[in-house]
């Protein structure tokens, strides 16, 4: 048995990186501390795809590597509009690959962010994001609003770790010198725990924060007695509580994101964030999913000037997020093939969008079966970045991380993998030129 | 029995989170089938917990277990995000990307309808 610390967590942006587990014969066998319940049933492990496979006449038969990946190649590079989705749960590595592979078959390229905080990515585009590190947040913040966010389930050591209950240097008591404030409308296991919980009408965000702006810009006399279902004297009391704070820190969730005005509810999030500016400090921060969405969007916009949403069949990088992210192309049936990786649209998108995804070719890059693998075509298994592979995340606050290898594999990578169909299709155009 | 109507949200849940990995197996059929409700609203339905409940909005219907959460306010259901749920959201971005996942309007009544599993529910898509 041997004992490996600072094992990095390969689940949510969260990239807990203080994780100590005990691997036996090459396996996990024990998360000893670190990890939330989210994190430990991924580093202890699922049953994974054993072998690539080939979907022929309804059935899947087991083929190698070099066939299902040089098929793949065939597939993508035979079709007039591929669809390359996901990149968000592997590392940048096989990233800066898909993008190249991308650019080589003129395909359109989405990652994840679409269906989660690409709205945001739109506002921070719109009005600029006045963030921080999480590690600011630790050792500053002392008014923590999580706003459209269940973090006691979906980010369980965010609050421990970086916000409401961690320590920092000028946050020593912990949540006795600070404040919890949760927006949200239902009440939750986070909700709970707040000292102020704001019951919103679900779908009314824009017209609270446009209420909380006024306030703190002096103009409460505009605002009228509700607003959203929230009271104006809790308003007054939120903006009282802003002003009072030093530092105030609010990480918002798809609560915002899923909903109503979308991205226009996050440039309202973001003027609010300004409007605090006017009595004392303040930051913004989405909550962000994957482990390393974060480090998709860093991927593509250094190697293409945009962060997800892109088509590269002009020759150069377009964007238009609405024509070509991902649920848009397949429910206007405008890809006639896709390789999904490190994701499952299966599980997360719309039914709209799955029922064209049924009618074309799907290769599908994953570790583990999952809805997407109904519809997949070629199914080829790679290692699980975290545990058999390492690589560069980003985390939410954009701060890269190294990801630990932590048992020996011989499964391919995802980046090996994507490599791969990328020389197959290099070869194909070859041939075709001469 | 007449159904109720219903703002439907999604949403992540921990035991959804803990089987990303093994959205096959009966753990993640269990949570993520599913959909919570106000227990006046179930009384209204006169259903109680893991009956089957057909939710059915303007671009699907689907069948789920009903389960009771008295932090949701009456007249809104909660279906954690997964396929059964994508079955019935709003696959229009109105330009900007990202479908309606949440605030959903519909209407949820009791059914004697069985819930489908994965393969057999990504199955109605096929056709």
Known sequence: ?434 | MEGISVRLISGRTAVQGQNLDSKLTEKYFIEVARCDLNGADMEKLGVAKDDPVKVTTAYGQVVVKVKQDDGLPEGMAFIPMGPWCNAVVNGDTNGNGMPSFKGIDGTVEKTAEPVLPVPELMQTYMG
Not at chain 1, 238 to 246: F, I, N, R, S, T
Not at chain 1, 354 to 379: C, G, S, Y
Request: proline share 5%; charged share 25%.
């Open chain 1, 1 to 434: 048995m041997v004992e490996i610390t600072d094992v990095v967590c390969s689940l949510c942006g969260c990239v807990c990186d203080d994780i100590v587990v005990e691997v036996e014969n090459n396996e996990v066998v024990k998360v000893k501390r670190g990890a939330c319940s989210v994190g430990k049933a991924k580093l202890m492990g699922h049953e994974r795809i054993k072998s690539p496979m080939i979907r022929e006449n309804g059935k899947l038969k087991e083929v190698s590597y070099d066939e299902a990946i040089k098929k793949s190649a065939e597939i993508l590079y035979n079709s007039r509009r591929p669809l390359l989705y996901g990149w968000s749960s592997t590392v940048c590595e096989a990233d800066k690959v898909g993008v190249e592979l991308a650019a080589e078959l003129g395909a359109v390229i989405d990652n994840t962010a679409s269906v989660c905080h690409g709205p945001s990515v739109l506002a921070i585009q719109d009005v600029g994001l006045p963030s921080c590190t999480l590690g600011e947040v630790k050792n500053r913040a002392d008014l923590i609003i999580y706003w459209g966010a269940n973090p006691s389930q979906a980010h369980a050591n965010h609050m421990k770790r970086y916000s409401y209950v961690s320590k920092g240097y000028w946050t020593g008591e912990g949540k006795k010198g600070k404040k919890l404030v949760v927006v949200d409308p239902r009440k939750t296991m986070t909700t709970k725990m707040a000292d102020v919980f704001v019951q919103i009408k679900q779908g009314y965000d824009y017209p609270v924060f446009s209420a909380l702006r006024a306030i703190l810009r002096g103009y409460e006399d505009v605002v009228p007695d509700e607003v959203g279902g929230v009271p104006k004297e809790t308003l007054l009391e939120l903006a009282k509580m802003v002003k009072e704070a030093k530092f105030v820190m609010t990480f918002f969730g798809m609560g915002v994101t899923h909903t109503g005005a979308r991205h226009n509810n996050i440039v309202n999030a973001i003027q609010f964030t300004r409007a605090a500016h006017l009595h004392t400090k303040a930051s913004i921060m989405p909550l962000r999913g994957h482990y390393n969405v974060a480090g998709i969007n860093q991927v593509l916009t250094w190697e293409t000037g945009f962060p997800f949403a892109i088509d590269m069949a002009r020759g150069y990088p377009w964007y238009n997020p609405g024509e070509d992210s991902a649920t848009d192309c397949l429910w206007r049936e405008d890809c006639d093939s896709a390789m999904i990786i490190a994701s499952d649209p299966g599980a997360h998108f719309p039914g709209q969008s799955l029922r064209h995804m049924a009618k074309i070719p799907v290769i599908q890059i994953d570790p583990f079966a999952n809805p997407t693998t109904e519809f997949a075509d070629i199914i080829i298994p790679s290692a699980v970045s975290g545990i058999d592979a390492e690589g560069s995340v980003y985390r939410m606050d954009n701060i890269p991380i190294r990801l630990r290898k932590i048992i020996d594999s011989d499964v391919p990578t995802d980046e090996e993998i994507v490599g791969g169909i990328l020389t197959e299709v290099r070869a194909l155009q070859e041939k075709e030129g001469q």
